[in-house]
């Protein structure tokens, strides 16, 4: 997604596209930090 993004093509062949993929690529990013403060949640909580 994030190649689809950087790609000058995608802004030329599929402009009305760009809106969509920012929107869903904010959504991963968001549900990955999510991911990520779980994660280290558990690491902290296994260590002590």
Request: proline share 4%.
């Amino acid at each position: 997604m994030q190649a689809r993004l950087a790609d000058p093509a995608t802004y030329r062949e599929a402009s009305g596209e760009i809106g969509p993929l920012n929107a869903r690529l904010a959504e991963l990013e968001a549900q990955l930090a999510q991911a990520m403060a779980r994660w280290e949640a558990l690491e902290n909580r296994a260590s002590n």
